[in-house]
């Protein structure tokens, strides 16, 4: 049967919406999404670091001491977007006409997810590179110990009490954590189904022993949409923000190919994933920098 195809931007964004929902280790960094960049600008992308100021005090009585004025120093972290994932998937007469029923279903989820996957292993490629900090023991009979000494780094690096904290996990330390122990032996979950305040999130793109312990700043993914050409007759640029916060920014171009008498759905965006300095206040109108303060990385295997 034939397919009746809504608009290019309905279609652009089922696809960003599959995206941002399919999410797993990506879903937990810090996001840069956009459809409307401005052209012309490099493709660098900067990311702001919010500025301090130091504060400064003076007797209630004070009657001829000026007050002293701070300054603002704003920094910012650069990332390069230099990579253009896409699927492009060929559809002849006889695809339309008689095989796709749904284009949603059939072509374009694939599409979108074949860009999760690449996503996510930008994103694992990231979090895996981070220098492995040895001085953490691990035990499998009490996998939750190490989770506190993780913890207890990130704090001293300048992690504030208040940053909500990940944990991506290899298969085996997952496997531990659900059978570590309960009531009279010890707790290895909280009450709130996170392990030394940590939320776990299991990954397959982790080494099976391997654990990396960070906050969302500690990782950026930067996803830009590109422009529809000008010689593009069916396309649309997209952001979608869906209902758990996820969000994500695709291109959707539908277009004939007059030399083979077929169509084309191509789906893509620039992409970009990097681990991010982590920024601390040192209380004194100064911001530091802090190379991979926020995240720590154990592999407990031998």
């Not at 931007?9 to 990506?26: C, E, Q």
């Not at 960049?37 to 130091?54: D, E």
């Not at 940590?198 to 312990?213: C, D, K, N, Y």
């Amino acid at each position: 049967m034939s397919n009746t195809f809504t608009t290019a931007s309905d279609l652009a964004t089922v696809a960003a919406k599959i995206v941002g929902l399919d999410l797993n280790l990506a879903g937990h960094v810090y996001r840069d999404v956009a459809a409307d960049f401005s052209s012309g600008q490099g493709s660098t992308v900067r990311i702001p670091v919010p500025g301090a100021v130091k504060t400064n005090t003076i007797s209630i009585y004070n009657t001829t001491v000026p007050l002293v004025a701070s300054e603002l120093n704003e920094q910012g972290i650069d990332v390069t977007l230099s990579t253009h994932a896409y699927s492009r998937v060929p559809l002849a007469d006889g695809h339309l006409d008689l095989d796709i029923t749904d284009l949603a279903r059939q072509v374009l989820a694939p599409q979108a997810q074949s860009i999760v996957r690449y996503v996510e292993t930008e994103v694992a490629a990231a979090l895996t590179a981070t220098p492995e900090t040895t001085s953490i023991t691990y035990d499998p009979a009490n996998p939750a110990r190490s989770f506190t000494a993780i913890r207890r780094k990130l704090r001293d690096n300048g992690v504030k009490a208040d940053a909500p904290m990940i944990a991506a996990v290899g298969s085996d330390v997952f496997a531990d954590l659900l059978d570590g122990p309960t009531g009279s032996a010890g707790t290895t979950f909280d009450a709130n189904g996170k392990v030394r305040g940590f939320t776990v999130v299991e990954s397959t793109r982790l080494a099976p022993g391997e654990i990396v312990g960070f906050i969302k700043e500690a990782f950026a993914l930067v996803v830009r949409a590109p422009r529809v050409p000008d010689g593009a007759s069916f396309g649309h640029s997209v952001t979608t923000q869906n209902d758990d916060g996820t969000s994500f920014a695709v291109r959707y171009i539908r277009d004939f190919d007059s030399a083979l008498a077929i169509d084309t759905s191509l789906v893509s965006a620039y992409v970009a994933a990097q681990a991010l300095p982590l920024a601390v206040d040192r209380e004194d109108g100064t911001v530091a920098l802090v190379e991979n303060g926020g995240a720590i990385r154990v592999l407990t295997a031998a």
